[in-house]
């Protein structure tokens, strides 16, 4: 698993020096480790023999994976929306404290987006988190508060008694709406996903350019999360 986990989304193909360093391993049992997951088709080698994950990691994991109707069920709505609004389109789960993007449809010329599949964003900072920990238990919400925080741009909430009041507004309006508190040129904007026991299993959310246009796309939003809903419900 330390193997594994040594590749991320900005470090997909690594050396294997890199790799034991990563993993905290020495060389010689890191090279040993690797080889057999090359055998076994988790990792692959490049033609410059950098290492990345294989085919086979990402068969058995999207197999398994616990979002799989999730995503099947939100695509259409996702591909109408993602039409519609022209920018960014994303679906996202709570994982721990932090919000884990399962599906994303980008257009050619869209705003800048830090976002990726099956990449995190800590919940404080996107709007796809903020929905996610305004829903999330009062236990989920307190540890969060009492954590440092990282500050993408002046504009993102850090404090906890800000955090506090941001919360609640978005339990009370049912989206977030986060003008640069990411990236400055980007405006993120978000709504909770329900099961139909009013459980809230995801956010979908778009992300657009930060201007006086962004809120305009709040209502094509909301109307795609209830298409979902329904797809959800069955």
Known sequence: MRVLEAFTPETPALQVSEVARRAG????????????????????????RRVRVGTRLWELGLRASPTLSLRETAMPVMEQLQAAVGHHTQLGVLDGEEVLFVERLSAERAVINYT???????????????????YGSGVLQERVL???????????????GRLRV???DVRKQGFALCPGHIHPDATGIAVPLRTADQQVVAALSVVVPNDARARGHLATLTA???????????
């Open 146 to 160: 009492a954590t440092p925080r990282h500050r993408y741009t002046a504009a993102t909430v850090t404090d906890p």
């Open 25 to 48: 391993l020495p060389v010689a049992t890191a090279s040993r480790l690797v080889a057999e997951l090359v055998e076994h088709g988790l990792l692959a080698r490049d033609a410059d």
């Open 116 to 134: 990726r599949i099956a990449a995190r964003l800590p919940l404080h900072a996107s709007s796809s988190g903020l929905v996610l920990l305004a």
């Open 166 to 168: 941001l919360l609640a």
């Open 224 to 234: 795609a999360a209830r298409r979902a809903e329904r797809r959800l419900i069955g």
